[in-house]
């Protein structure tokens, strides 16, 4: 059984702060990685993807990937209140177009 | 360009009862998702379509769930009969063609419809 695991939260950080968010998987052969976020009673919005190992950049919002760890993580910098919302961490599985998401992580952010 | 298009929003049904779900994926998207999102989860796929072809249904409770996608458009989903633990979103969600053998084969994904069943 395919598996993409999270830690559930909530996590709070203040206004300001870096938040970080992390997600681990099982399928070796997993290929593509992706953060959506997820507001209370919305539909999942992609955030940013990645499968390359390292860093990739996009505004306030850094993925981070170690495929020999499979690990991915997500961190959210200067976090505005407005970042409250589930975060949800999905792998394309390897050789396929099939999607396994995480549990998802609640980030709350304190004014 | 519009997005992913679902009906209804929300549905409340007695179980046993049937109710079937609607989509309409982005225009040229051929790949198409049913994912069920129970509260407090990840969206867990019930089947994927490729055109009008099924894709995966392994987690597809096919004793009371079924699914279409006739001309390779449009998708329904079926519940028969309900049950109490069926109660969830289900999301649509449609992506650009997989032979593409883009990495960032991104999903998007419809408003979701929500059902509760008593």
């Known amino acids: 059984q395919k598996e993409v695991e999270q830690n559930s939260g909530p996590l709070s950080v203040p206004e300001g702060a870096i938040a970080s968010l992390n997600c681990t998987y099982s399928d070796r052969g997993s290929q593509s990685f992706f953060w959506y976020r997820q507001y209370s009673g919305k539909s999942p919005e992609l955030i940013m993807f990645?499968?390359?190992?390292g860093d990739k950049e996009d505004g306030r919002f850094t993925a981070q990937l170690n495929k020999a760890s499979q690990y991915v993580s997500l961190l959210i910098r200067d976090s505005q209140p407005s970042d409250s919302a589930t975060y949800l961490c999905?792998?394309?599985?390897?050789?396929?177009?099939?999607?396994?998401f995480g549990t998802g992580t609640r980030l709350k952010v304190l004014a | 360009e519009a997005g992913v298009a679902q009906s209804p929003r929300y549905k409340i049904i007695e179980k046993r009862q049937s109710v079937a779900f609607w989509c309409n994926p982005i225009s040229g998207h051929a790949t198409l998702y049913w994912y069920q999102q129970i509260l407090g989860q990840g969206p867990k796929l019930l089947i994927q379509f490729q055109n009008n072809g099924v894709v995966d249904d392994s987690q597809l409770p096919k004793d009371r769930f079924s699914a279409e996608r006739l001309k390779g458009v449009d998708s329904t989903l079926k519940i028969q009969p309900a049950k109490l633990e069926d109660s969830a979103v289900y999301l649509c969600a449609s992506s650009l063609d997989r032979a593409s053998g883009r990495n960032d084969n991104e999903q998007f994904f419809g408003p979701g419809t929500r059902l509760t069943v008593l």
């Open positions: 990645i499968y390359s190992n």
């Open positions: 999905a792998v394309r599985l390897g050789g396929t177009y099939k999607y396994i």
